[in-house]
T-cell receptor, first 115, second 114 residues
Framework: AQSVAQPEDQVNVAEGNPLTVKCTYS??????LFWYVQYPNRGLQFLLK??????LVKGSYGFEAEFNKSQTSFHLKKPSALVSDSALYFC?????????????FGAGTQVVVTP | EAGVAQSPRYKIIEKRQSVAFWCNPI?????LYWYQQILGQGPKLLIQ????????DSQLPKDRFSAERLKGVDSTLKIQPAKLEDSAVYLC????????????FGQGTRLTVV
């Protein structure tokens, strides 16, 4: 069975400082990994994904994520956080051995960026 | 490109009543998902369709929840009868396929059961 863990309920960072949101996963086979962001009263918006290839993937709004197979992690990063990045962030995983690609989400991490 | 459309946005019902949610996915997307998101938690997959067939409903409370996807396009999710613990946001999402492509989400329906 696949699972996703986001160990931090909340991350606080000052504007202009680097932002990291942690995610670890567990799957039977190789993973497809995704990051989504959710603003209040909105649906989830796709940020970026790792399918194969370069371990560092770049996405929307200046975000990037690094896939680390040995540590089964896929941490989301942004070099310089903005107040507008304050939102709820979700990591999600698909297991390649699951032919129907069930997309499983973590519990989410609230990011608070202070001016 | 039009996004995933859901209606209604908000619904308040009394326990034991029934309710239905509607979803129109992005045109051409074969895979459709319904998720339940309880406040403070991540989305939980209720049911996944591939075209008009169900491929995963392992977490759907089948004694009260039902869903269908007519002609492989629009979908409805029904709860009958509702319980207090069904209060949540119900999210519909779609993707081109269940593999490498990302899922796109609608804005959700916030259900309050009183």
């Amino acid at each position: 069975a696949q699972s996703v863990a986001q160990p931090e309920d909340q991350v606080n960072v000052a504007e202009g400082n680097p932002l990291t949101v942690k995610c670890t996963y567990s799957v039977s086979g190789n993973p497809y990994l995704f990051w989504y962001v959710q603003y209040p009263n909105r649906g989830l918006q796709f940020l970026l994904k790792y399918i194969t290839g370069d371990n560092l993937v770049k996405g929307s709004y200046g975000f990037e994520a690094e896939f680390n197979k040995s540590q089964t992690s896929f941490h989301l990063k942004k070099p310089s956080a903005l107040v507008s990045d304050s939102a709820l962030y979700f990591c999600a995983v698909r297991d390649l051995t699951d032919s129907w690609g069930k997309l499983q989400f973590g519990a989410g991490t609230q990011v608070v960026v202070t001016p | 490109e039009a996004g995933v459309a859901q209606s209604p946005r908000y619904k308040i019902i009394e326990k034991r009543q029934s309710v239905a949610f509607w979803c129109n996915p992005i045109s051409g997307h074969a895979t459709l998902y319904w998720y339940q998101q309880i406040l403070g938690q991540g989305p939980k997959l209720l049911i996944q369709f591939q075209n008009n067939g169900v491929v995963d409903d392992s977490q759907l409370p089948k004694d009260r929840f039902s869903a269908e996807r007519l002609k492989g396009v629009d979908s409805t999710l029904k709860i009958q009868p509702a319980k207090l613990e069904d209060s949540a946001v119900y999210l519909c999402a779609s993707s081109l396929d269940p593999g490498t492509t990302e899922a796109f989400f609608g804005q959700g329906t916030r259900l309050t059961v009183v």
